[in-house]
């Protein structure tokens, strides 16, 4: 069965301290893997899309990267603008997108 | 502007009513979902249309009812609400490309609250 698990469920960061979380994938034939920012009573925000393994993407202060078993959002020098819920999913052959529990990320400043 | 809405954004009603959750796409894409995130925030697909046909039905309770007259549109309808449908519901759509795969971009939700 197809299943994402992200780490750490929470974190908290002062504003410029850099992290990384954690998304770890079980899928029968990976077809790529999203990474969403979703804010308290908003729907997902679409960040990036990862196919294969070695493939990186940033965007301001994100990058995200992806092995064949896991993929990593990286933080540096986050903002506290950056605070928000990060969700992990990923699609397979079934064309249905199965998410992660999210992470919720608090950046104080 | 262009965009996934959703209408109502809050519905409170009793146990045993019927409601209905519309959503628009003025993307243009061809493919639209309904999620339900529960109180723990897990994001869970329920159905999946692609121009207007459905190609994707979870395991839901027959209660739930989907309906696209067009493929922009993709209702809801909920029968006999009981007070384990309270959550929030997102509308999303995606454009199928050759090869895949497709992000999806999502509605601003609807919090459904049963009493």
């Known amino acids: 069965e197809d299943q994402v698990t992200q780490s750490p469920e929470a974190l908290r960061l002062q504003e410029g301290e850099s992290s990384s979380l954690n998304c770890s994938y079980t899928v029968s034939g990976l077809r790529g893997l999203f990474w969403y920012r979703q804010d308290p009573g908003k729907g997902p925000e679409f960040l990036f899309t990862l196919y294969s393994a070695g493939e990186e993407k940033e965007k301001e202060r994100l990058k995200a990267t992806l092995t064949k078993k896991e993929s990593f959002l990286h933080i540096t020098a986050p903002k506290p603008e950056d605070s928000a819920t990060y969700l992990c999913?990923?699609?397979?052959?079934?064309?249905?997108?199965?998410f992660g529990q999210g992470t919720t990320l608090q950046v104080k400043p | 502007d262009t965009a996934v809405s959703q209408t109502p954004k809050y519905l409170v009603t009793q146990m045993g009513n019927d409601k209905s959750i519309k959503c628009e796409q003025n993307l243009g894409h061809d493919t639209m979902y309904w999620y339900k995130q529960d109180s723990k925030k897990f994001l869970k697909i329920m159905f999946s249309y692609n121009n207007k046909e459905l190609i994707i039905n979870e395991t839901v309770p027959n209660r739930f009812s989907p309906k696209s007259p067009d493929k922009a549109h993709l209702n809801l309808h909920i029968n006999s609400l009981e007070l384990g449908d309270s959550a929030v519901y997102f509308c999303a759509s995606s454009q199928e490309v050759p090869g895949g795969p497709y992000e999806q971009y999502f509605g601003p939700g609807t919090r459904l609250t049963v009493t």
């Open positions: 999913a990923v699609t397979s052959n079934t064309g249905k997108l199965i």
